[in-house]
């Protein structure tokens, strides 16, 4: 079984900085590429970023230049940097991962629970 495992969300004020972190753990032979995605309440679940087992990065144009996403392979970590953060950018923020199964050997998307981001004075 594999799973992802998000934290760093919180209550932050317009303009602030926070840092997600998430862990993917659990019967993995290799992992592709790691993003973060967000939903807000009314809205759909939206890409925020994306990074490759290389290291290429792809940003949704809303954050671009505010948010940074990272990954450690050694650690099956990925991250995201947010700074410079506005009101929009509330939303439950979901951790998702293209992982193969050392057990089944079989590739497929995975998402963590989501934690939450508030930004607002």
């Known amino acids: 079984q594999v799973q992802l495992v998000e934290s760093g969300g919180g209550l932050v004020q317009p303009g602030g900085s926070l840092r997600l972190s998430c862990t993917a753990s659990?019967?993995?032979?290799?992992?592709?590429?790691m993003g973060w995605y967000r939903q807000a309440p009314g809205n759909q679940r939206e890409l925020v970023a994306t990074i490759t087992s290389g290291g290429s990065t792809n940003y949704a144009e809303s954050v671009k230049g505010r948010f940074t996403i990272s990954r450690d392979n050694t650690r099956n970590m990925v991250y995201l940097q947010m700074n410079s953060l506005k009101p929009e950018d509330t939303a439950v923020y979901y951790c998702n991962s293209n992982i193969r199964s050392s057990s089944t050997f079989r590739t497929r998307d995975y998402w963590g629970q989501g934690t939450q981001v508030t930004v607002s004075s």
């Open positions: 659990g019967s993995i032979f290799s992992i592709n590429a």
